[in-house]
């Protein structure tokens, strides 16, 4: 108990014992307090935190965290947070906004190949009528100015734009199945070359690679930027083994970038998202038995006196009771607002990344 207390503290020491059995416990009951306020990850049966909570890492200490030496401080130099808008689509690349629209309900025979070069008049997802606009960068930067309080956050002063990636003046870059192999993406008067494929689910109709865009990042970094997030507005992927890959960043070069496409509440039914089980839901009992009883061999152990007691109050009990009366609608609105919250936690968390100079393995499917 004492080791785990001075981990939390700046001094890497804990609080002289005086009166152990007494001091003791008081520290068990401030720790049982605080649980409220910061309770602890939550471990489903076969998540791998279960099977091997040491995990590969040494542990870490709010001291050696502190005190990183690697960390990219923010300097009054340096000190810009900024946000690309998602990159606007040029006339001669017309079919990549059908690769912004989910294959919701596609027919067996509709191949994505088929859909490439499909172009659409706008740049919205529609499913039975609805039709929903991703994240805009103004929401973001608003977010952001709140959650990175204290830091400026602008939007990225350089026109984004795809467009498309020739190699010579005469022959354009060949195409598989309808996908063109190479797009560009251009910013100012540069432009980086972008690797794209077919969806190997389906889910869309092509998708762009992440490490290409994240040299574009680094190129267009502006000097007084702290670190900069892209977001774009289809589909990504790192590696060819990859599904997906919901976002990235590299704390070293101090880039990021965050798709939205894999957010669209519409995906949700299809790859069996269940809306009732997100945080803070996530933490509910009857979440936690429901997921239990599924794998059909896991015992439930009982909850102590203490827990139960402590189930009653703190800001997660706080959390759970204002989500539990709420009616998720199907409107377009409660729609976008859903699809906004999930990429703008997505977007902290990978700016979060920059700053720690993590490498981020975010999402990868």
């Keep these: 108990m004492r080791a785990r207390i001075a981990a939390t503290t700046k001094s890497g020491r804990a609080p002289p014992d005086r009166a152990t059995s007494a ?20 471990v489903l049966p076969h998540d791998a935190l279960n099977y091997d909570p040491d995990g590969d890492e040494p542990s870490q200490t709010f001291n050696s965290w502190l005190n990183e030496k690697h960390r990219n401080k923010i300097t009054p130099a340096r000190k810009t947070l900024y946000v690309g808008a998602a990159p606007r689509i040029g006339k001669e690349v017309d079919f990549m906004r059908d690769w912004t629209h989910p294959n919701v309900k596609k027919a067996e025979n509709d191949h994505p190949s088929k859909r490439a070069r499909k172009g659409k008049s706008d740049d919205k997802s529609s499913v039975d009528g609805v039709q929903l606009s991703p994240p805009t960068v103004d929401e973001t930067i608003s977010y952001l100015s709140t959650f990175y309080h204290g830091l400026p956050v602008k ?11 020739e190699q010579s003046k005469s022959r354009t870059v060949p195409s598989i199945n309808g996908v063109p192999k190479y797009v560009a993406l251009n910013y100012g008067k540069a432009a980086t070359r972008v690797r794209a494929r077919a969806a190997p689910d389906d889910i869309f ?29 289809h589909d990504i992927y790192e590696t060819p083994d ?70 009653k109050s703190g800001a997660m009990r706080l959390a759970i009771d204002a989500v539990v009366p709420l009616k998720i609608e199907e409107t377009k609105e409660e729609l976008e607002a859903l699809w906004s919250s999930r990429v703008l936690r997505t977007v902290s968390h990978e700016l979060g990344y920059v700053y720690e100079l993590f490498y981020c393995p975010c999402d990868v499917v």
């Design 242 to 311: 990859d599904d997906f890959c919901a976002g990235r960043a590299y704390g070293g070069s101090r880039v990021s970038v965050v798709q939205t496409a894999r957010y669209n509440p519409l995906l949700d039914e299809k790859i069996g998202i269940a809306r009732r089980q997100a945080w803070p839901m996530s933490h509910c009992k009857c979440v936690v038995k429901e997921i239990c009883d599924a794998e059909g061999d896991i015992e439930i152990k009982p909850p102590s006196a203490a827990e139960i007691r402590l189930s």
């Design 155 to 165: 939007r990225l002063p350089i026109d984004l734009r795809w467009t498309a990636w």
């Design 23 to 42: 001091n003791n416990s008081k520290l068990v009951k401030q720790s049982q307090n605080e649980s409220q306020d910061f309770p602890a990850p939550l």
């Design 205 to 233: 109709p092509a998708q762009l690679n992440l490490d290409d865009i994240l040299d574009a990042a680094m190129a267009m970094l502006p000097s007084d930027a702290y670190a900069i997030v892209l977001l774009v507005d």
